[in-house]
């Protein structure tokens, strides 16, 4: 019982969706709410703040746990690393004050559709429904299934993306709530009723400007997408009405269901589903491409299943998204294009888009959860110091006030203020030099993380080789044959021929204000024909065609043609899943249909008829690909049907089957000139570069070797699976591709299957494993356990779907890889957003399809990203260990004057603050990135070994130069205790100071008060710890090889030498107003120098241990191979073990999956009598360990 009500108070939301959310259900209780309300009160809102910051815990303290069916109050928690919590209450719907009736009856259903949601979401009599929102999309509680679902039309609100302006005061209140700033305001109000008011008026200057500039940033960003979304509320709509004919309304009535009429130009309100006519748009809003779309309508079949499966990936070609540009219609016949609602508000593409940005993934990186560790291990250091004060004030009699004030401001030393400030500097400062490289960022905390970027997924088409493609030839096929190749640049016409006709007719081209518009590859195409497209008029279209179809007609420089012209008719756009297009066209004097067809030669080969197929078709093909070339196949057929209406009622499927094969485009797509030396670069900065394309295999290896994606002598290894068949099961082969050349002194590659294998001496690195998007489905579905060790070495990726780019990326991120991708098309949208860094190629400042644009058209922006990424990497560990260091030596300095009694003064405060660690804070991020990218990577984490170990002995260094100078000035025989001895010290003062009106005039002015600044201890130890303080800011301030070296960085060099000169200027001067300004008492000008020795001394031992030890990589490699300390990392496991494999990897063989539910797999390639060791059968069985070590 209890098993089951457990079972009834959690339950999952989008169960296996990127935002997937546990929901667990709660009763409030009011008699803990009154318990919670009055613990408020008496802890003046502390215990409100505490729950404003922890949501789960109000829940807990104020509710019970109850079934999902009772709850009134929701908890939410994320499934991710994060687990974050966020609470709803559960919101009644009381459908009875609806206008339209609904019948009341438990027996009859309130919707037509028996299976809707809605039916088993009302609970009757009572007409109520149950719903909870979260992140703008309502969920019902579905009364059978027992769960919260999303759901549409009478719960799904009004048709609007409404995004709030956020009021000032609300986003100042959250500012001000956030943890630190509360820290802060305590301990900036403890410094100023010490009387500490300059520098704590300095930190709440700096606070409030970064506040204010925060929560401009904020309004600014609110403003933005309020102004975005909000034109998408007031479109006005037409819309058919069963029995009432056209009404127009507000896009914000609009329900799922409604049938939209599209007349012309206009915004989409909502994501829609063609069903008459057909249309062109630009999605460039969704996908950041503004070439026009083509959109068709959905077949009209008899199929049961749902139109989306029915459609698979295709069914986007029929969908119109919300906040897409229709440029222009065409409708069917003499009816108009309509369209039916499918989703409305926040669940349409757009509203999926701005839920995005609202509510943003969390990014998961080690440096923020290890900051966080390191200020809980700083606020623990501040606990102790206070109970430490605690102690010695009580042990002297102190007065509880005093007591309590002195061990709270050793509390606030270890934290220091400024820490957020100058956290955040450094990104700002890397932010700033990408603009410069018109590299723009909507995601800045993103920069750090491109600082551990090890692995780059490129695409090529527009990326690695020229956006535009040149046409090379056409090579025509007749009578199974490959005819003479027709080139290009020879000048002549495409003479007339069913590939002429293909080459002019099948493409999604439109004409737009008299412009031809659409995919560059199509315009390429139809420009080589030479002929021209008009709009339908009279004189070339028939009676039944609408005056929306294009013609095509011979231009002035065409050949000659039989034809005056062709009309397309009908168009089953381009898809990357489906690799094809092909359009319905008539030709002018003709009472019959021809279909043409163009695509991937691979996949255009199955729709034809195999003998109309060259039999040296694959041969051919590679000849072209091998070389670079862009191949493109194209077919044709004729229908033997001379109706229009018979053309529109025509399946797919049936149009694209038992075609001619025409022959083949070829066309030429350059390397970009900036593709080589940045892929060089990259390499010899042991960062792996990958290629995603869609495009032929065999045209990615070649494009791959020529740009030394793969080096000169480097194997690549072609790996090819298959479904399983009725008897068969899935295989993988492993296939080696041989570089032949085709004649002595032409240098063009190409590609031979070869039966050789890679020889053991070149066994490790050394090959590269390339494959299709096909067979990496059938190794994900098939042969899992094979996935981390192929893509460890997988170095190509053709023939990708965009969903497959995405998965692909995700698979390289659990093998531990920082992943970078860059890419310019629409297809790359989805990897862009999974990857650590997504860089766009586009001509927009900002793109929304990825963290970071690039509005130069070239891969060098990749490693400009890297270098600025590890520079702000480097800054902000940097700036940490400093904060951390100057909170320990100020911690330490004053525990020692916390001993008997004593602090330092204001301004001896106020010179370390101030003078030295705000202005550090500010400038110590701003030394530029090093123009070399190093062969390996920053530290990743803060809490490293290298780092520690830093921190750690710099403590113990200024620890010990502090405590030794506390200690022996006492020994001193000037020295006395001035706060108790102050007679005796006034008459042997003479002693201290060389200068006569020194002694004169502080003798006068002296007021000696019980415990105040005035000793020999502050006066010797502040010189220390100020040096100190500048010690560290030098010696985390590390150049090359991730910055340039400190020098460069002018402003902060100056300040540094300036901190310097004063602190000694100070330290040797004999002048009474800085005397009794610092609070300092005047020292014989050989302890002087014996503390300015002490702190040089500090200096070089603390540079030594930094550079020499903790910075010097050697030796930390060394150290790691002597204690056998290897990467952590799953992909660097996976290249020992496969070092290690004698039998990896694979070639010239065929492997089967075995038992799928273990994952594993049994090569039955080769016939063996005898049985193979079932420990060689298991995967991460063990093996002899041996050293492998590859740079980081």
Avoid at 4 to 26: I, Q, T
Avoid at 189 to 213: C, D, H, K, N, R
Avoid at 607 to 618: D, H, I, L, Q, R
Avoid at 813 to 836: E, I, T
Wanted: charge should be neutral.
């Amino acid at each position: 019982m209890e098993e089951k009500s457990r079972k009834d108070h959690r339950a999952l939301l989008n169960p296996g969706e990127e935002n997937e959310l546990e929901v667990f259900g709660y009763e409030t209780q009011n008699l803990r709410r009154v318990l919670c309300l009055l613990i408020s009160v008496l802890t003046c809102g502390v215990l409100l703040l505490v729950f404003y910051w922890k949501p789960q815990w109000r829940v807990w303290a104020t509710c019970i746990p109850c079934p999902l069916q009772e709850a009134d109050t929701i908890l939410l928690r994320t499934t991710d690393e994060f687990q974050r919590y966020m609470r709803k209450k559960v919101i009644c719907l009381d459908l009875s004050t609806l206008k339209f009736p609904i019948s009341k009856n438990p027996e009859e259903p309130l919707l037509a559709d028996s299976h809707s949601i809605i039916n088993q979401a009302v609970l009757k009599p009572e007409l109520k429904l149950r719903y909870i929102q979260v992140q703008k999309i309502r969920y019902v509680w579905d009364n059978v299934e027992k769960r919260f679902q999303k759901v549409g039309r009478l719960v799904c609100g009004p048709n609007a993306i409404e995004v709030e302006i956020q009021p000032i005061w609300k986003l100042l209140v959250k500012q001000v709530l956030n943890p630190f700033y509360v820290f802060q305001a305590f301990t900036l109000t403890l410094w100023l009723s010490q009387g500490y008011i300059e520098y704590a008026t300095a930190i709440i200057i700096l606070s409030v400007i970064s506040i204010v500039l925060t929560v401009y940033d904020l309004r600014q960003q609110s403003v933005k997408l309020h102004k975005l979304v909000e034109d998408h509320n007031k479109v006005q709509v037409t819309i058919s009405v069963k029995g009432q004919g056209l009404q127009e309304l507000e896009s914000r009535l609009l329900v799922p269901g409604d049938i939209l009429i599209l007349s012309g130009k206009s915004s989409l309100p909502c994501d829609a589903v063609l069903i008459d006519g057909s249309c062109v748009v630009n999605e460039g809003m969704l996908t950041g491409e503004s070439i026009p779309v083509t959109k068709t309508p959905l077949p009209h079949t008899e199929n049961t299943t749902s139109w989306k499966s029915h459609s698979l990936e295709d069914y986007r070609k029929h969908v119109l998204f919300c906040g897409t540009e229709v440029i222009q219609v065409k409708p069917t016949g003499q009816g108009p294009v309509r369209a039916v609602v499918l989703q409305t508000g926040y669940n349409t593409a757009k509203g999926d888009l701005v839920r995005s940005i609202l509510y943003p993934r969390p990014l998961n990186f080690k440096l923020y959860s290890d900051a966080f560790k390191f200020i809980v291990c700083l606020a623990f250091l501040g606990v102790m110091g206070f109970f430490y004060a605690l102690g010695v004030y009580m042990y002297h009699g102190v007065s509880p006030r005093d007591t309590v004030t002195m061990a709270l401001l050793l509390l606030t030393v270890t934290v220091p203020p400024v820490l957020p400030a100058a956290l955040t500097t450094g990104i700002v400062y890397a932010q700033k030099r990408l603009k410069r490289k018109n590299i723009f960022c909507i995601s800045p905390q993103r920069i750090n993380m491109c600082g551990q970027i090890n692995l780059v997924c490129f695409d090529k088409t527009g990326t690695l080789t020229e956006d535009g493609l040149d046409l090379w030839g056409t090579v025509p096929a007749a009578d199974s044959c490959f005819q003479e190749v027709h080139s290009f640049s020879s000048g002549k016409a495409l003479p007339w021929s069913p590939l002429c006709a293909a080459m002019a007719s099948c493409h999604s081209l439109i004409l737009l204000n008299g412009t031809i518009q659409g995919d560059p590859l199509d315009l390429k195409m139809f420009e080589g024909t030479f002929w021209i497209m008009e709009d339908c008029n009279v004189d070339h279209c028939k009676f039944g065609i609408s005056a929306s179809n294009i013609i095509i007609k011979p231009g002035p420089k065409a050949s000659q043609s039989p034809v005056e012209a062709i009309t397309i008719v009908r168009q089953f756009p381009f898809s990357s899943s489906l690799q094809r297009m092909s359009v319905v066209a008539q030709l002018a004097g003709e009472d019959h249909f021809h279909v043409y067809m163009k695509g991937a030669p691979e996949m255009l080969a199955r729709f034809c008829s195999s003998e109309t197929v060259p039999k040296n078709f694959a041969q051919e093909l590679r000849n072209y690909t091998v070389q670079g070339f862009r191949v493109i196949a194209l077919a044709h057929k004729a229908l033997k049907m001379g109706k229009f209406s018979e053309v529109e009622s025509l399946t797919r499927e049936k149009v694209e089957s038992e075609l001619t094969f025409l022959g083949l485009l070829i066309m030429e797509n350059r390397l970009k000139k900036e593709t080589k030396p940045v892929l060089k670069e990259l390499s010899e900065a042991r960062i792996r570069t990958v290629m995603i394309t869609g495009d032929n295999l065999q045209t990615a290896i070649t494009v791959a070797r020529n740009s030394k994606m793969i080096p000169q002598g480097s194997q690549v290894i072609l790996v090819e699976a298959n479904e399983p068949e009725e008897s068969v099961p899935a295989s993988v082969t492993w296939q080696l591709v041989e570089n032949q050349e085709r004649e002595p002194g032409k240098n063009e590659n190409y590609i031979n299957i070869g039966n050789s294998s890679v020889p053991d001496g070149e066994r490790g690195s050394c090959y590269h494993f390339a494959m299709s998007g096909k067979s990496y489905q059938v190794i994900f579905q098939h042969f899992n356990s094979l996935l981390p060790k192929i893509l460890v070495n997988g170095t190509i990726f053709a023939r990708m779907s965009p969903g497959q780019k995405s998965s692909l990326i995700e698979e390289f991120q659990k093998l531990n890889y920082y992943v970078g991708m860059c890419g310019d098309g629409a297809n790359d949208c989805g990897a862009l957003k999974m990857a650590h860094a997504g860089i766009s190629l586009s001509e927009q400042e900002a793109s929304v399809a990825s963290p970071f644009t690039s509005k130069t058209a070239n891969i060098e922006c990749v490693p400009h990203l890297i270098k600025e990424g590890r520079a702000a990497l480097v800054s902000s560990f940097g700036v940490f260990k400093y904060l951390t260091m100057y909170g320990i030596i100020q911690f330490i300095g004053t525990s020692l004057l916390y001993w008997q009694l004593q602090l330092f003064g204001n301004y001896q405060y106020l010179m370390q603050d101030v003078a030295i660690t705000l202005m550090v804070c500010l400038t110590m991020s701003s030394t530029h990135a090093y123009p070399k990218l190093a062969p390996y990577r920053p530290a990743g984490q803060l809490l490293s070994p290298p780092l520690l170990l830093s921190v750690l002995l710099n403590t113990c260094f200024t620890c010990i130069v502090q405590v030794c100078a506390f200690l022996y000035v006492k020994q001193q025989p000037w020295y006395c205790e001035v706060h108790r001895y102050s007679e005796c010290f006034l008459d042997n003062h003479s002693n201290f100071s060389t200068n006569e009106s020194l002694e004169r005039n502080w003798t006068e002015s002296a007021t000696l008060i019980p415990g105040s600044v005035l000793s020999f201890e502050s006066t010797t130890l502040w010189p220390i710890t100020t040096i100190n303080c500048i010690t560290a800011a030098f010696i985390f301030s590390k150049g090359k090889p991730f910055r340039k070296p400190i020098y460069t960085n002018y402003i902060f060099s100056f300040l540094l030498v300036s901190a310097l000169g004063l602190t000694v200027f100070i330290l040797f001067s004999d002048f009474q107003d800085i005397y009794s300004g610092m609070e300092f008492i005047p020292t014989k000008t050989s302890w002087r120098v014996s503390v300015l020795v002490a702190a040089f001394t500090h200096f070089c031992v603390a540079f030594f241990a930094e550079d020499a030890i903790l910075q010097n990589r050697k030796l930390w490699l060394w150290i790691k191979k002597e204690l056998g300390i290897y990467s952590k990392s799953s992909y660097r496991n996976w290249q020992k073990k496969l070092a290690e494999d004698p039998t990896w990897p694979p070639t010239n063989r065929t492997d089967y999956s075995g038992d799928g539910k273990n994952g594993f797999y049994i090569n039955q390639g080769y016939e063996s009598s005898e049985q193979i060791p079932r420990e060689k059968l298991e995967l991460g069985g063990q093996t002899t360990e041996q050293h492998f070590w590859t740079r980081l």
